[in-house]
């Protein structure tokens, strides 16, 4: 049943990813809640186990470790909940899945500091409401499920009715609809309907022909990809009259390494791109979607060379600073999240014991960053998130670590380097936490990344890859050029205080454009100092540090 | 008429000139190359000006030279002859600076009249304010043993906080084992130092002026009220000074901050541009 929700939820994990609020390359919530429910399934696949409370316990042990993102957190309460309630029990009735379900329901709303409505929570809700009303009229578990999962559709249906960023957006919430997914899938293996993607349509197309993307057995060369277009997708539209050569030109114009193969009834398409939602959003007018795939081909590949060579030897000449080293001793660790590589040297010169990779489209789970903390030498240790979709995952890593962690809730590596800063190794760990908390407010962030998608939002009408500006997580500018954008949240930021800006210039961003862009902004602004650092992040040809 | 107990010192406690005269202290120079051109530790702040200028262009470190024992010998012999019947000699703390070691080796060899050299701990004002302390004593009329044991006291509670440009001047210094062990900053890093007991200890990193002199304020309002104060700065504008300094001034018992710039020879350790303060906390409280 766990299988089938999670082949289920993998079959919808880009149409729930599409469902961002905001137009960033963000923190995919299908993918991180396949990414927890994989390892969920991971953890009860192997065991020959019948009892329905250890099954469950071992559902929520594997959720809790494999947590990611804030939705995959929550989601891995909703678990615990549930496990916790049928505990020792063998069987489960009616009474034993409502009571289950309220556990679960209750347990989430616990992991939130603030429970905001119009989200998974307000899913879970409904949905252990509904078990409790109808467990009173019946003793069936599946015609019980399918009430709840009714609900859970009409609580989905109304999350833009709560919640106004949603409506704004035009979207249902990603996290409730991932849940619904997942109740779904459950019910469809209860009633003996399928939940792996249609095999008449893999038999229509000749996969062994169509599959010709990197591959991790593969050699480095063939690895080697344009990294104008990272992303790796992969579906089959099926329909009546298709017409492959008019979807193969469409395709082919989107990016890279375009194949589209099939006849009338099934197409197979696979092109690398720089925005995923292009071409499937394209297949969807064309007929109905399956075994979508989208694949960051860039993190496979960074993967790929850490696992085949995990000590890379530097060139001559090369300096790489490896350490703040403290004259003092090491009493409090720190683990920081991060992407790229000068952001990792910048973290690691101030102070970062441990850097793991991640960010805003890949968030790390909690059991990623438990094993950094494993790493550290240190009784104490200090989490800088530096996302806001980490946030929770950190916390539930501290809580579950054996070391004495706190939680600095930064949301942006800017902010991360700020509170750095204030570290002091001879002080207590509350007091590093305030000083670092007080240290990171006095940071303003500014990004620049491509819009994956069109909206409106705060009075900015935003086209699919146009160059978008946020300033502390706020959307304020939309222009055509990287630069343009950069400009316009200097303008827009409150800079009466501000002494110092780093301009940290990331993946397709050259060094001499940056410097030229902070040599014309030296110009503009007499009373500010630039700054130009290597960061080498993704998705975000700029990050700003405002001080 | 001369004081029963003369004192001296080094142009490295960055007393001004006003006050040098006033207390009627000795202040022994210390001489400072930056590229070859040589500097007086207590010229006028035309000089002062130059210095920094050429501090700031200066790509190799530039060489502090500590007086010779002999130059202590004849300048306790000036005072001998000014006809006190003792010398305190209050130098730049021992672990940073060869004059301590220097001035007590010319002080066991001078036989005219009994030298103590003090230990302050301290640098700039740090030792200015203990050179001021112990002025005030000699003037009350203090003997020796009490002049000692008040000067191990304002010791104690004497601290020198600021906030650099950069590390790299206090780094390139050696002087420093913690400093010398960091790795050049990826970022624009302001340290904010603390000077005391003889150590430099490193309170806090920020990246702006601005919040390092908040930080600032912030540290002499936890140890306030104090005794004595000092705004430390590099040749800042009084437009710019006198808002820290009014904010200061409520942090002093008897309300004087004294603005004092800082002298070649501490800046050719701590680097071209900083802030900071020299104070003496009160008797109670201990920062």
Redesign the interface.
């Known amino acids: 049943m766990v299988g089938a929700a999670l082949s289920w939820l993998r079959r919808h994990q880009a149409a729930i990813n599409a469902l961002n609020v905001f137009p960033v390359p963000d923190g995919d919530t299908g993918t991180n809640m396949t990414l927890t429910m994989t390892s969920a399934w991971q953890e009860v696949e192997p065991q020959r186990e019948d009892s329905v409370g250890k099954i469950a316990a071992m559902i929520a042990h594997g959720a809790l470790m494999g947590a990611r993102g804030n939705s995959g957190v929550i989601l891995s309460q909703i678990w615990r909940g549930f496990a916790r309630s049928l505990d020792t029990k063998t069987r489960m009735d009616a009474g034993d899945l409502a009571e289950a379900m309220q556990q679960a329901a209750d347990t989430a709303y616990k992991g939130v500091v603030k429970p905001v409505e119009g989200t998974i929570l307000t899913v879970i809700r409904e949905t252990a409401e509904e078990a409790q009303l109808a467990a009173h009229e019946t003793q069936d578990l599946e015609m019980m499920f399918e009430r709840m999962l009714q609900r859970a559709r009409k609580a989905e249906a109304r999350t833009p009715a709560l919640l106004p960023v949603l409506r704004q957006a035009g979207v249902v919430d990603s996290g409730g609809q991932g849940l619904v997914v997942i109740l779904e899938g459950m019910w469809r293996h209860m009633k003996g309907m399928p939940v792996v993607e249609s095999e008449r349509l893999a038999q229509v197309v000749d996969l062994a022909t169509a599959v010709d993307h990197p591959h991790p057995d593969m050699t480095l060369d063939a690895l080697h990809f344009d990294s104008n277009y990272p992303y790796d997708v992969q579906f089959i539209i099926a329909g009546y009259d298709l017409d492959v050569d008019a979807i193969r030109q469409r395709i082919e114009a989107m990016g890279d390494c375009p194949l589209v193969v099939g006849d009338s009834r099934a197409v197979k398409v696979h092109v690398h791109v720089s925005d995923p939602g292009a071409p499937i959003s394209f297949g969807v007018l064309c007929g109905s979607l399956s075994d979508v795939v989208v694949e960051n081909m860039q993190d496979q590949y960074q993967e790929f060379i850490a696992g085949r060579d995990a000590h890379p030897v530097m060139g001559p000449g090369i300096e790489v600073?490896?350490?703040?080293?403290?004259?003092?001793p090491q009493l409090i660790g720190v683990v920081v999240v991060a992407a790229g590589e000068g952001m990792e040297?910048?973290l690691q010169?101030?102070g970062a014991t441990v850097v793991v990779e991640g960010g805003q489209t890949m968030n790390p789970s909690t059991a990623d960053i438990l094993k950094a903390l494993d790493q550290l030498t240190t009784s104490k240790a200090i989490i800088l998130p530096n996302n806001k979709n980490i946030i929770m995952a950190a916390e539930q890593a501290a809580e579950m670590s054996d070391l004495e962690v706190a939680v600095v809730p930064t949301r942006s590596v800017p902010q991360g380097?700020?509170a750095l800063?204030?570290l002091?190794q001879q002080a207590t760990l509350d007091g590093n936490v305030a000083?670092m908390v007080r240290s990171a407010s006095?940071v303003m962030t500014g990004e620049v990344t491509r819009a994956v998608r069109d909206v409106n939002l705060n009075g900015i009408t935003v086209h699919q890859g146009d160059v978008i500006g946020l300033l502390d997580g706020i959307l304020v500018s939309a222009a055509a050029s990287f630069a343009a954008v950069v400009r316009d949240l200097i303008g827009k930021a409150d800079i009466d205080?501000?002494?110092?800006v780093?301009l940290y210039y990331g993946e397709g961003v050259a060094e001499g454009e940056a410097a030229d862009l902070a040599d014309e902004l030296t110009a503009a602004y007499p009373s500010l100092?630039f700054?130009v650092?290597f960061g080498g992040q993704p998705h975000y040809p700029y990050l700003l540090s405002i001080? | 008429m001369g004081h029963r107990i003369g004192i001296i010192t080094d142009s490295v406690a960055d007393l001004p000139a006003v006050v040098v005269e006033a207390l009627d202290v000795k202040v022994v120079p210390i001489h400072l190359l930056v590229d070859g051109q040589s500097y007086r530790g207590n010229e006028s702040s035309l000089d002062r000006q130059q210095f920094q200028r050429s501090l700031r262009r200066s790509t190799s470190p530039p060489q502090t030279a500590a007086p010779s024992y002999q130059e202590f010998i004849l300048a306790y012999q000036a005072l001998a002859e000014s006809g006190v019947e003792a010398i305190v000699g209050l130098f730049v703390a021992s672990q940073l600076s060869s004059i301590f070691n220097q001035a007590r080796y010319a002080a066991e060899l001078f036989q005219d009249v009994p030298v103590r050299i003090l230990e302050t701990g301290q640098v700039s004002m740090g030792v200015g304010w203990q050179v001021v302390a112990i002025s005030e004593a000699v003037k009350r009329g203090a003997a020796l043993p009490e002049i000692e044991a008040l000067a191990h006291g304002v010791k104690r509670r004497t601290h020198v906080v600021g906030v650099l440009g950069s590390l790299e001047h206090l780094r390139r210094s050696g002087r420093v084992?913690?400093a010398q062990?960091?790795?050049?900053?990826?970022?624009?890093?302001k340290p904010v130092i603390e000077f005391y007991g003889g150590e430099a200890r490193l309170?806090?990193?920020?990246?702006?002026?601005?919040?390092g002199v908040t930080w600032l304020i912030e540290w002499v309002r936890k140890v306030a009220p104090v005794e004595r104060l000092a705004l430390l700065h590099t040749g800042m504008e009084p437009g710019t000074l006198n808002p820290i300094k009014a904010a200061l001034q409520m942090c002093v018992a008897n309300g004087e901050v004294w603005v004092v710039e800082a002298g070649p020879v501490f800046l050719a350790h701590i680097g071209p541009t900083g802030i900071g303060v020299a104070v003496v906390c009160g008797e109670n409280k201990g920062a």
């Open positions: 600073p490896v350490a703040f080293v403290q004259a003092e040297q910048v010169s101030l380097i700020g800063l204030a002091d000083a006095e205080d501000r002494e110092l780093t100092e700054e650092i001080e | 084992g913690w062990a960091t790795v050049g900053d990826l970022l624009q890093i309170l806090n990193r920020v990246r702006t002026q601005r919040r």
